[in-house]
C-alpha cells in the first residue's frame, strides 16, 4: 500500500526556520500534485502549499514569501521549508499526495499522519 511519512517537526523560536519532509512509498506509478497543510487547534485545516509534477508552485498569504516547497521525483519526496518562523505557524503539518498507483491505475488522495511544529515567542 502507498503512505506518506512527514519527518522535520519539532520545537523552533521565532524568527527560526525549519525543514519538513515527506517520502511516499509502496506501489506508485506515478505522483501528481503534492502539498502541505496544517491545522492548528480550533482552526480549519489549511492549504499551506503545492507543488505540481511540473514544479509549478502556489503558497497561501500567510506564507508567502517565508516558505518553499519542492520535490525530489527520483525520492519520491516533498519538502517544505519554512524560515522566519512565527508562533502563528504552529500547528500539525500533513502531506498530501494525488498518486496513481500501479495496482489501481486509480489517481487517489493520500495523507500522512502529521507532524507537530511549534513555534516559542
Known amino acids: 500500500q502507498v503512505q506518506l511519512a512527514e519527518s522535520g517537526g519539532g520545537l523552533v523560536q521565532a524568527g527560526g526556520s525549519l525543514r519538513l519532509s515527506c517520502a511516499a512509498s509502496?506501489?506508485?506509478?506515478?505522483?501528481?500534485?503534492m502539498a502541505w497543510y496544517r491545522q492548528a487547534p480550533g482552526n480549519q485545516r489549511e492549504l499551506v502549499a503545492t507543488?505540481?509534477?511540473?514544479?509549478?508552485?502556489n503558497y497561501a498569504d500567510s506564507v508567502k514569501g517565508r516558505f518553499t516547497i519542492s520535490r525530489d521525483n527520483a525520492k519520491k519526496t516533498v519538502y517544505l521549508q519554512m524560515r522566519s518562523l512565527k508562533p502563528e505557524d504552529t500547528a500539525v503539518y500533513y502531506c498530501n499526495a494525488d498518486i496513481i498507483t500501479t495496482v489501481s491505475r486509480w489517481a487517489m488522495d493520500y495523507w500522512g499522519k502529521g507532524t507537530l511544529v511549534t513555534v516559542s515567542s
Open positions: 507543488v505540481t509534477s511540473g514544479g509549478t508552485t
Open positions: 509502496g506501489s506508485i506509478l506515478s505522483i501528481n500534485t
